[in-house]
């Protein structure tokens, strides 16, 4: 007779099979060297935000903010901030997943504060009046929580980026549809991420269920073929930043 315990660990097997084109590592392919150089020595000016990204922070960003940048790299947006909107270097938060990323981020500027992960800020129960994320979402499966948590300790506005298709279904499978982390060097040996393409109904959907009625919804975008670096279903997809204000906000503080 097969015991409940043997039929417990066949069940978590199975599951983990299931889930495993999500939860291959590669994480780790941002810690790269080359990649960290390169965030390092790129997108640290004025001229290297994409006009998406001005949108948003040109309406709303002002120099009082406290301002929490999701998947920072090597933190180059303090540069980038304390330049276009005079933010103060220590109104700058960064989170990101890379441990190489967050050290690197941290020696180039002692003055703003950098963290591997949310845990810790959630936990001292810090809050920030505009918090952005470029770059990102559609690079990690965790997108749907990570969203929910940066809502939740946004004071008021949450901006970030995302790629939709109108008609076509939402792609996550790294194994149909990933970037090479060689985008800026076609040359270098690099490993693979997501590239996450999602229904545009659906992910308002989403959307919808975790913002409040009340709150208000800003888009702005464009119709874009797909990096030559990305292997994915579709060759055209809608490169659309988001922004959401908040006009209740249950833990204010
Ligand atoms: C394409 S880069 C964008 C960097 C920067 N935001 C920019 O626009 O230049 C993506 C960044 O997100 C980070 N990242 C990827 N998945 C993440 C996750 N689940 N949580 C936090 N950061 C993540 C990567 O380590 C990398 O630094």
């Keep these: ?44 000016k004025e001229e290297d935000l994409y006009p998406s990204e001005k949108y948003f922070l040109d309406k709303f960003l002002t120099k009082e903010m406290r301002v929490l940048d999701y998947g920072c790299a090597a933190g180059g947006f303090v540069d980038i901030l304390s330049k276009r909107y005079q933010l103060p270097e220590i109104n700058y938060w960064g ?3 890379s441990p190489q ?9 002692p003055q ?34 990570i969203l929910k948590n940066l809502y939740l300790i946004s004071r008021q506005y949450l901006i970030f980026d995302v ?21 800026f060097n076609e040359e270098l040996d690099t490993g693979d991420v ?25 888009t702005h975008g ?4 797909v990096s030559h670096s990305v292997t994915s279903l579709y060759q055209k997809i809608d490169m659309m930043s988001i922004c959401v204000i908040k006009k209740t906000n249950s833990l204010n503080g």
């Design 163 to 183: 790629r939709l298709t109108k008609t076509g279904k939402t792609v996550e499978d790294i194994s149909q549809s990933y970037q090479k982390l060689n985008f």
């Design 222 to 225: 464009y119709e874009h073929s």
């Design 101 to 109: 990323m967050i050290r690197v981020a941290e020696s180039a500027h």
């Design 112 to 145: 703003s504060h950098f963290e591997l992960g949310l845990s810790k800020i959630q936990s001292a129960g810090e809050r920030f009046d505009l918090i952005y994320s470029f770059g990102t979402f559609h690079m990690t499966f965790d997108w749907r929580v």
């Design 1 to 44: 007779m097969v015991s409940d315990r043997t039929i417990l660990s066949v069940t978590i097997r199975f599951q983990q099979t299931m889930t495993s084109h999500q939860t291959k590592d590669y994480h780790s392919n941002w810690d790269d060297k080359k990649i960290v150089q390169h965030f390092l020595s790129s997108r640290n």
């Design 194 to 218: 997501p590239y996450i393409i999602l229904n545009e109904e659906e992910f308002y959907t989403y959307l919808q269920s975790v913002i409040e009625e009340n709150d208000e919804v800003l």
């Design 95 to 97: 989170v990101d997943i």
